[in-house]
């Protein structure tokens, strides 16, 4: 029994947080990244962190002493008995147990796999692969992949040998990963199940003598930059949103600990930034050289600003010609092909810096800030504000003024017409 004495010291004790979180990988790094930020901006724990693998044997001072929460990337089955008491307060951010109803903050496997098929389709890709791991987020992110490819045409090879979870830094199935590498199709676009397994596959591209990128572009998971730059060519990588995920997960044990009521939700999925681009996949599989020539001035130049008939006066084509072959062969029209460009430009920016959105629009090739968000809300469904919160949730407020509500309710005068071209 709890004496009053003690329990008036306890309430003095900042909360002690268990964080069960891999410091050895990328994903746990920028998870902790977040539950800092949520630390700073709110009532301060104890944070109690292990510096290890989820592989290695946890620490015994967990049984020992008072624990307030816990935040595990660990299933329930794995977590020792000193943390699976009844009535500690615990966020997962693993994998969904569907037997339990233990509340979480998760990567949207699905997404994650949508995302990476987009960009190698992008790129001109119309064979692709995935390489996986026997686990089920890798299986789910495989899920995501083949059904975008369908749905955009393409077709999907599975390497279906996976080496179990604990092969991440140990390639122990080379012949057969080699053996399936040079069975495929070329050129092919990869999308490997984490950043390592992405060195694998580089790995035995390397071995069997297949230029990357031009016969087989490589992309991998988590973007973390040490390990994307460890390879050769610098590899291409999804990036998920790991500072939401870790603030998400305190915010909702906090509540939890608070006894607050309900969670608000029990099961948060939180989506990728997308691609970031590296030499892995810095190609074009376009056989169409005029078509390959408009593509890179496209990227390099979007946000600068280039007109469809300096693009037509690039190559020997007329710019109507040009139109129809960008139809043909991306199913998208120029114009499409340099709005994208300057959505994902103005997307890094939002993610990445505290520009205000004038600045932002000036930098990616927008007349002003009305046209920058009535295209980006056109073209990704969130008002650039509301984009950048969801990168950053731990800001307070509205970033700059967004005009898309308000200039709804306005009438649509020549100076607005203007501003609305991309």
Same mark, same amino acid.
């Given at each position: 029994?709890?004496?009053?004495?003690?329990?008036?010291?306890?309430?003095?004790?900042?909360?002690?947080?268990?964080?069960?979180?891999?410091?050895?990988?990328?994903?746990?790094?920028?998870?902790?990244?977040?539950?800092?930020?949520?630390?700073?901006?709110?009532?301060?724990?104890?944070?109690?962190?292990?510096?290890?693998?989820?592989?290695?044997?946890?620490?015994?001072?967990?049984?020992?002493?008072?624990?307030?929460?816990?935040?595990?990337?660990?299933?329930?089955?794995?977590?020792?008995?000193?943390?699976?008491?009844?009535?500690?307060?615990?966020?997962?951010?693993?994998?969904?147990?569907?037997?339990?109803?233990?509340?979480?903050?998760?990567?949207?496997?699905?997404?994650?796999?949508?995302?990476?098929?987009?960009?190698?389709?992008?790129?001109?890709?119309?064979?692709?692969?995935?390489?996986?791991?026997?686990?089920?987020?890798?299986?789910?992110?495989?899920?995501?992949?083949?059904?975008?490819?369908?749905?955009?045409?393409?077709?999907?090879?599975?390497?279906?040998?996976?080496?179990?979870?604990?092969?991440?830094?140990?390639?122990?199935?080379?012949?057969?990963?080699?053996?399936?590498?040079?069975?495929?199709?070329?050129?092919?676009?990869?999308?490997?199940?984490?950043?390592?397994?992405?060195?694998?596959?580089?790995?035995?591209?390397?071995?069997?003598?297949?230029?990357?990128?031009?016969?087989?572009?490589?992309?991998?998971?988590?973007?973390?930059?040490?390990?994307?730059?460890?390879?050769?060519?610098?590899?291409?990588?999804?990036?998920?949103?790991?500072?939401?995920?870790?603030?998400?997960?305190?915010?909702?044990?906090?509540?939890?600990?608070?006894?607050?009521?309900?969670?608000?939700?029990?099961?948060?999925?939180?989506?990728? %930034?997308?691609?970031?681009? &590296?030499?892995?996949? $810095? /190609?074009?599989?376009?056989? =169409? +050289?005029?078509?390959?020539? @408009?593509?890179?001035?496209?990227?390099?130049?979007?946000?600068?600003?280039?007109?469809?008939?300096?693009?037509?006066?690039?190559?020997?084509?007329?710019?109507?010609?040009?139109?129809?072959?960008?139809?043909?062969?991306?199913?998208?029209?120029?114009?499409?092909?340099?709005?994208?460009?300057?959505?994902?430009?103005?997307?890094?920016?939002?993610?990445?810096?505290?520009?205000?959105?004038?600045?932002?629009?000036?930098?990616?090739?927008?007349?002003?800030?009305?046209?920058?968000?009535?295209?980006?809300?056109?073209?990704?469904?969130?008002?650039?504000?509301? %984009?950048?919160?969801?990168? &950053?949730?731990?800001? $307070? /407020?509205?970033?700059?003024? =967004? +005009?898309?509500?308000?200039? @709804?309710?306005?009438?649509?005068?020549?100076?607005?017409?203007?501003?609305?071209?991309?």
């Amino acid at each position: 029994m709890i004496k009053p004495s003690d329990r008036l010291c306890r309430e003095h004790l900042f909360p002690r947080i268990v964080l069960v979180i891999d410091t050895s990988q990328g994903f746990g790094r920028g998870v902790l990244r977040g539950v800092a930020n949520w630390i700073q901006r709110h009532d301060p724990w104890t944070a109690l962190v292990d510096e290890q693998g989820l592989a290695a044997q946890l620490p015994g001072w967990l049984s020992r002493g008072q624990i307030d929460g816990v935040i595990s990337r660990l299933d329930w089955p794995q977590l020792p008995a000193a943390l699976r008491r009844p009535g500690l307060p615990i966020v997962r951010l693993a994998s969904i147990d569907p037997r339990d109803d233990l509340p979480g903050v998760f990567s949207d496997e699905l997404a994650i796999g949508r995302s990476a098929a987009d960009h190698l389709i992008d790129q001109g890709f119309h064979e692709l692969a995935f390489c996986g791991l026997a686990t089920s987020w890798s299986r789910l992110r495989q899920q995501g992949f083949e059904e975008q490819a369908r749905a955009r045409g393409c077709r999907t090879h599975v390497f279906d040998k996976a080496s179990p979870a604990t092969s991440l830094s140990s390639p122990d199935d080379h012949a057969a990963l080699s053996s399936w590498l040079g069975s495929l199709p070329k050129p092919v676009g990869i999308m490997a199940a984490t950043d390592l397994r992405g060195l694998h596959v580089l790995d035995a591209c390397h071995h069997l003598g297949i230029g990357v990128p031009d016969e087989a572009a490589v992309v991998g998971v988590d973007n973390d930059e040490l390990v994307c730059d460890l390879a050769t060519p610098t590899l291409s990588s999804v990036a998920q949103n790991l500072e939401r995920i870790g603030y998400i997960a305190a915010e909702m044990l906090s509540a939890m600990i608070a006894g607050t009521g309900a969670v608000r939700e029990k099961r948060v999925f939180v989506q990728p %930034f997308g691609v970031e681009p &590296r030499k892995s996949t $810095d /190609t074009l599989t376009v056989a =169409d +050289p005029d078509l390959r020539s @408009a593509l890179r001035l496209i990227r390099k130049h979007a946000c600068q600003g280039i007109a469809i008939e300096e693009l037509a006066d690039q190559t020997s084509l007329t710019r109507r010609t040009l139109e129809r072959r960008f139809q043909k062969e991306l199913g998208r029209s120029i114009h499409d092909e340099i709005l994208r460009v300057k959505i994902a430009a103005a997307s890094r920016l939002l993610a990445d810096t505290e520009h205000k959105l004038q600045k932002i629009a000036n930098d990616t090739g927008f007349n002003d800030v009305a046209s920058l968000c009535h295209a980006f809300k056109r073209a990704t469904g969130n008002r650039p504000g509301d %984009f950048r919160r969801q990168c &950053r949730p731990w800001l $307070d /407020t509205a970033i700059d003024v =967004d +005009p898309v509500a308000a200039d @709804a309710t306005k009438p649509a005068g020549p100076s607005r017409r203007r501003s609305r071209k991309a």
